[in-house]
């Protein structure tokens, strides 16, 4: 059982200093790796491990080709300005090549976490001399799956480890006890810039769940054109999360006077307080409009614009 | 060159005096033929006809099996109302087996059009005496296609008899001089029913455009459910035009707290004077909501309901 440090609780120096000294004294003479995605975890994670460990830390950033216009730059500028050298790893060609043809939903995710885990984090772990893992673990995580010793082995297979070899390598989750709110308040006093914090939801398949059919670089950047676009125009609500969506099915549309048979990009943007229910924002006209016409003006081949109007249930937030 | 009657000029008792007169004397001692399909031009030329020809007059309504609800029960019941017969034709195993595996738009509108006229209304001309046929060709239809003798042929052809035999066929075409609005005069003269000049423009290929991919009995169904929900709550509107389209693209749902990966149908309301240029009517979100609600709690397999958002140019009113 896993004792939760709740938000009240918590003192962030003093955890700080404590998670410092515990990883410290796990990895000895040896050295650790991790994994930076970009999101809160794991760039809280990233700054505990190097406060740590400084150069005796390997941090990782693995460019899948699917993220956001501008993600791994802003990543890894973010990183360098607070000192933290991350290596970034292009691994677009293998993400996309594992992509290839596959038009199902959890085939797609199956795709990335295999050629994420395996194929390229797994290998760079597997030829590091690292044999201590850094994982942003946060409470939440653990009881959506099973507890403890189960999900580290899962771990170990995920990454291509042998479970019978895998006996010299640790995984450190300094975060374990923490839920969100707790990890963004350790990540501000470790001197994350508060941008690090407003980032909406992003799933784990980041543009890949944002393209229904087959995932191939130009739907991509399709659908990230689309999304800059709608992040840009719906920044500034109050929304629990807004979104694009390349639909694959194809509708008529027009093109200087000539029948253009295109494609069409639906705008989700949902309020809710947990996830679990969402309903739609009653973002206004003006706001809809524009994003229809932005849309169709700015991002090529894309015909049509809609907009989510079903709640969740029956919905879900995200389209695949 | 056909001479244009405007509304100004048309003196629509004395116009029905004259048709019912040029039918009389054409069709004489014979008999005459028309598909009546429910919109206003083909119930104006039933009801001329029926005026002239009376029981020598054979009106033709084909189930096609793609129309909106009730509706061949509708037609049908105004029109003996008017006391005028219509023969109805139950074809609607020859549409949906001409339509069977076929995606794309225009084969699919290619498979309606052949269907209805060479293999059914056209085996009805052919194997009757009818050597008249009565259509409600406007001024307006003219002008979208080449003019003349060359049309008539065109409507030989369709109907499977060949040019060479049509020497006996005669099409009689009394709306020819008259645009929309002397149509729909001449109509309330005649006495057809307010209701039937209010109907929102519907196209020839019917539910089977308002459905992308595969046109089968199903899918016909779930997007005549939907069109219901739609057209009751939208009646209201003053929208030129509004509709439900049913994707093929399946998104992820939830139903009864389990995954379920269900269908989508997009609504559309236009704002148009004219149908070239359109744009979204700004629907009330209590509408927009209730639309979501009721479509995805009444139509089975739907989980997901958008509104679209772009305008015309460069989307177009219909999706396919």
Known sequence: MIKEITLQALDPQQFIKDKVKDIQDMVGAGTAINALSGGVDSSVVTMLGHRALGKKLRTIFVENGIMRQGEAEQVAAMFEKLGVAVEVVDARKEFFSALKSITDPEQKREAITQTFYKNIFGKIVRESQAKFLLQGTILTDVDETVAGIKRQHNVFEQLGIDPQKAFGYKIIEPLIQLRKDGVRRVGRELGLPE??????????????????????????????????????????????????????????????????????????????????????????????????????????????????????????????
Chains 1, 2 share one sequence.
């Open 195 to 320: 941008e690090s914090f407003d980032r909406i939801p992003f799933p784990g398949p980041a543009l890949a769940a944002r393209v229904i059919g087959e995932v191939t670089p130009e739907r991509i950047e399709t659908v990230r054109k689309a999304t800059v676009i709608v992040e840009k125009l719906l920044q500034y609500t109050s929304a629990f999360q807004y979104l694009a969506i390349l639909h694959e099915d194809r509708v008529t549309g027009m093109r200087n006077g000539k029948r253009d048979f295109g494609q069409q990009i639906e705008v989700r943007c949902w309020n809710s307080h947990d996830a679990r229910n969402a309903t739609p924002t009653k973002l206004p006209y003006e706001t809809l409009l524009q994003l229809g016409k932005e849309i169709t003006e700015q991002v090529p081949g894309v015909v049509s614009v809609t907009y989510n109007i079903a709640t969740k249930p029956p919905s879900t937030i995200e389209a695949i």
